[in-house]
């Protein structure tokens, strides 16, 4: 295992601890790194809060701050976050106005999820399902949440900060991760850190269709193709997935896996942005960046989410956080 | 070699093609894949105007827009822009008050800027030279230009979208040059397209100290390190080189090469900002991210930057660029 660390029990910690100091202008750490929070609270606006194991940096403490996230918990690599935590981040970033649980679908952060939200008062919830890859998958019942849940996050967060109420914040996040669909290929395994080796074997000409977060296995092993037709076959399952309603104004969101760099990335967004535009996409916003991460897989996803006036204006709002930026 | 392309002989025009496309609102490509440049001209601004081989991104393309470049031209990986490509690059964004060069310190990037500089008219140069690991290396006479020119274009940038001439741009980036230091280590090599095998070997329990961003030898091949480890060696052989300089208020840039996911990179700035900090340092602000690369790399470089008043102001100032982002 080649890794910048000092020990595999203090990873975590340590990191947190580097970020916090990074960013003490946006965010605090809480109480035994339990929750990243907002430095800044806005009294009477929903609270939004996520959260899940780590190792997908920087979703969610990357997206903490101003017009996105007032609270996230981050779980042990690979390893649900614990009801104590969420229950910790409502009591410090609940102004009043309620709370929403966006939470990713793996049976343990939903199950932990709503066990914080049966405790606490005032809580609904939004679970982000836009892994189009599988059906049910290892850890999860029915479909995986993955890079979406950033498009979730950003949507219902500038709606959050513009007042919206509890109800219709959980309405607009469920109708965004409605409109939104996604698919991964690994080229190379990620490591645990606790574990040593890479989570996967894979060979040298080989990837992986349909990849989870995880690593976990896909719809199958392949032999590696060119950029052009791995678009071809993730830009399809998509819009296969979308049938009818894959026309329009969309956000096209190219995702890199952690060992990525971006000069493969904006290749590939140009591949799957001609696949999609011929099919009657129009590509009107787009993201290019290793946002949802699985360690250092090498590997992307692809992500559309169809837009509307609302969600396109929404998408545009001021945001201020770690890893996402604009307009202030 | 396990890339997203379809072509060696494309990767670099289909990625600046997509890389053109999510960046629409903030820069144009110019003909033949020549340059980058912004979109939005600012008359009577000196221009400023980077580049040197792809396969740093987002080095230089990145940082074209507000506040920072005014165009970037970029060679094939690891080769240097052609003098045309400059020359093209002046004529398209040069409004009359002349421009400025930021070239990082290769033969053949110092030898093609040299050529444009002298066939075009009222263009000065900054050479940067940040890299403390090797007085010589390969492709360099004197020291290596890496993540610090990162530094340099933003604090340049800042000062020449605020009015300041020529000349002073060309002391104030030959002053934030002066003012900056780093090192790079590298576990893993990067992979150029056309050589479809890694630039260098290197054991699973070894590291690169001092590494080159095109994986030139660095000081010495090692046994792999704890973060701890490797951080006080990079910010002693920083801090040594600054001598009586590394006191009070700095920039603490940890950079990714490509390959190494920001959990990591975190955990490397908690560790640097420590070792600095007990020698006197008082890290102001911070940058943690791969923005100078080495294609897939696995590894890191610090950097350290000595700030006063004015450039910490330059630094804040707005910026808007496709990898940097800030105040607008």
Same mark, same amino acid.
């Given at each position: ?8 029990d ?11 100091a990074?960013?003490? &202008? ?7 790194? !339990? ?7 806005? %009294?009477?606006?929903?609270a ?7 190792? =997908?940096?920087p979703? =969610? +403490? ?7 996230l ?10 649900? %976050? /614990?009801?104590?935590?969420?229950l ?20 343990g952060d ?5 066990m ?5 008062? +005032?809580?609904?919830q ?15 019942t029915?479909?995986?949440?993955v ?6 996050? !950003? ?11 509890? %109800?219709?914040?959980?309405a ?15 080229? /190379?395994?990620?490591?645990?850190? *606790? ?17 989870g977060i =995880?690593?976990? %296995? ?12 791995? *678009?071809?076959e ?5 819009a ?14 190219v995702?890199?896996?952690?060992? /990525? ?16 535009? !011929? ?5 009107v ?30 998408? &545009?709002?001021?945001?201020?956080t770690?890893?996402?930026r604009?307009?202030?």
């Amino acid at each position: 295992m080649k890794k910048f660390i000092n020990s595999v029990d203090t990873v975590l910690t340590e990191s947190l601890d580097g970020f916090a100091a990074a960013h003490a &202008d946006i965010l605090v750490l809480g109480d035994e790194h !339990k929750f990243i929070r907002r430095r800044a609270l806005k %009294p009477g606006k929903v609270a939004l809060i996520s959260g899940g194991g780590s190792g =997908h940096e920087p979703l =969610h +403490g990357g997206f903490v701050g101003h017009g996105m996230l007032d609270a996230a918990c981050p779980g042990q690599v690979f390893t649900s %976050p /614990t009801p104590d935590q969420m229950l910790a981040a409502v009591e410090a970033v609940d102004t009043g106005a309620g709370c929403l649980f966006i939470v990713k679908n793996y049976e343990g952060d939903v199950m932990n999820f709503d066990m914080a939200a049966e405790m606490a008062d +005032g809580v609904l919830q939004v679970v982000t399902n836009d892994d189009v890859a599988v059906e049910n998958s290892s850890y999860t019942t029915g479909r995986r949440g993955v890079a979406g849940t950033l498009v979730v996050e !950003k949507i219902v967060g500038a709606a959050a900060d513009q007042g919206m109420a509890l %109800p219709d914040l959980k309405a607009l996040g469920d109708r965004v991760n409605a409109a939104t669909r996604s698919m991964g290929v690994a080229l /190379t395994s990620g490591t645990v850190p *606790a574990a040593g080796k890479p989570t996967f074997e894979i060979g040298d000409g080989e990837m992986e269709f349909g990849v989870g977060i =995880h690593g976990e %296995p896909g719809r199958r092993r392949d032999k590696l193709k060119s950029a052009d037709a791995i *678009a071809e076959e993730v830009c399809a399952a998509i819009a296969g997935d979308f049938g009818d309603r894959a026309k329009g104004p969309a956000l096209l969101f190219v995702n890199g896996f952690g060992g /990525t760099p971006s000069m493969e990335l904006y290749l590939m967004y140009n591949s799957a942005r001609r696949v999609f535009e !011929k099919q009657g996409v129009t590509v009107v916003r787009s993201l290019v960046g290793s946002y949802v991460t699985s360690l250092d897989m090498a590997g992307c996803s692809i992500t559309l989410t169809m837009l509307d006036d609302e969600t396109s204006a929404l998408w &545009d709002a001021p945001v201020h956080t770690a890893a996402l930026r604009w307009g202030m």
